[in-house]
């Protein structure tokens, strides 16, 4: 067979494959993927995969979407009130619940937890609702000093964020000119990035941003 005939044929099949790949993938991709290995199951048809879950399933042999910008949407109606929680429930900042759970369920409103955008961030209670702090991003070592949010007892600290590699330290001091001798830190690693912030320093003013 010559050259040309064996792209053509390529060619044709490629283009078969891409017309029975979906546009999207559907919400409940992760959940059938976790219950019942959708993505390489025998008991549903190739096309029946394409369609359904054409990028989540990355062994299907579907071309990657052109425009990867589409923004990410909550597949139910009380992520906003699941992450405001400040309680041991608290959705998007929930060690318990997987980056899988949070992508299926509130991929909009978990959508820095899910992947963050900044290296270091705090999130703060005013009442009994939480919210997360405008994030930054590290300075270098010993770090620069920046607001953490907190307001007296208004106001104060309930989780931290740091990336893995990072460290955040918490100040009482609003500006220290020199950042040392924290009330506490937490070091992000592979495994762990949110954590709570006990009471006893819940009011700290600043903290830095660093990493390795």
Known sequence: MSSSLIIAAFASMVYMVAA????????NCAS???TVQFCTSTARTLEMRQQYCPFYCTNL????????TTPPTDANA??????????????????????????LYCASTCAF??????????????????KR????????????????????????LS????????????FAAAAPPTPINPTTAFAGSATTQFFTVAAAQNGALSYTCTCA
Request: proline fraction near 9%; include cysteine.
């Open 78 to 103: 009380n992520c906003a009130a699941w992450a405001a929680k400040a309680d041991a429930t608290s959705f998007c900042v929930n060690p318990a619940y997987t980056v899988a759970m949070k992508t």
């Open 113 to 130: 937890e899910i992947k963050p955008t900044a290296d270091c961030a705090f999130y703060t209670v005013t009442g009994t609702a939480m």
């Open 133 to 156: 702090g405008t994030p930054s991003n590290r300075t270098a070592t010993p770090g620069t000093a920046v607001p953490s949010g907190a307001v007296g007892t208004t106001t104060t």
């Open 20 to 27: 029975q790949c979906g546009k999207s993938n559907h919400p």
């Open 32 to 34: 059938w993927n976790n």
């Open 159 to 170: 989780r931290a964020f740091a990336a893995s590699g990072c460290t955040v330290r918490l």
């Open 61 to 68: 042999n579907c071309p990657k979407p052109t425009n990867p």
